[in-house]
């Protein structure tokens, strides 16, 4: 599904990215499929980010694609902090 992911107000740009890298991970099909990614994505930056823990049953949702993640991460921390 090729839908926009709107950016957040006041969302950084690297919050941003690793949204839209959740979502396109997790490859959404339908309109209900996005919904519950984008979700998720806020969830899952939470996590990264401010070191947030959620619930068991929502973190084993949000480790299904964990070895993706972490790719993506590494190449977003590594292209973050060449800018500073």
Do not use: A, D, W
């Not at 950016?7 to 519950?36: A, D, G, S, W």
């Amino acid at each position: 599904m090729n839908k926009k992911i709107n950016k957040l107000v006041h969302e950084t740009e690297r919050n941003y990215q690793l949204r839209v890298n959740f979502i396109k991970l997790n490859n959404p099909k339908t309109k209900k499929e996005l919904e519950i990614c984008i979700m998720f994505s806020k969830i899952f930056v939470n996590i990264i980010t401010l070191g947030c823990r959620y619930s068991i049953k929502i973190e084993k949702e949000l480790n299904k694609n964990s070895n993706k993640v972490k790719k993506i991460l590494n190449g977003l921390n590594n292209s973050y902090f060449k800018n500073f």
